[in-house]
């Protein structure tokens, strides 16, 4: 399976952006965006189409989030909810763990640099979401299949 590609909805119209423009990054996204095109609970979706400005800690300067998806879904109770959604592997929704031998490694560093930076994101996020009644969660391996 390609981890990069272009995505071709079947019901363009649920689509909320250009569906001619549709780009995912990972296996995981693409399933998503399957899921999103073809269950019939899911009204409308969106795949970085909202932009959300955060400052980042490492420059201390502002930023903009391109968030994975946003997801309008009708529940079993016959309302809507909208979802903001982050697709990230497990490993990278938890802060890093430092070595075991103590070490700070370079590796270490990024981790902590990747991890504060999306922290910033996920956050601005959820005050994002807040201001409109909508819920801001991450999808992971568990949720989306190994």
């Given at each position: ?81 909208t979802l903001m959604i982050e697709v990230k592997p ?35 996020a959820e005050k994002y979401c807040e201001k409109r ?14």
């Open positions: 399976m390609a981890y990069r590609g272009r995505f071709s909805p079947k019901n363009p119209a649920k689509y909320q952006g250009d569906p001619s423009n549709i780009t995912y990054r990972s296996s995981w996204e693409l399933r998503m965006m399957k899921y999103c095109d073809s269950h019939p609970g899911v009204l409308s979706w969106s795949s970085e189409e909202h932009i959300v400005p955060y400052i980042s800690p490492i420059d201390n300067r502002p930023h903009r989030y391109f968030v994975d998806f946003v997801v309008t879904v009708q529940k079993p109770d016959g309302t809507t909810e497990k490993a990278q929704t938890k802060p890093p763990k430092r070595p075991a031998n103590g070490k700070v490694t370079r590796r270490f560093i990024r981790e902590v640099e990747t991890w504060g930076v999306n922290s910033a994101k996920w956050a601005a009644g909508w819920k801001f969660i991450h999808m992971t391996e568990d949720h989306l299949g190994k």
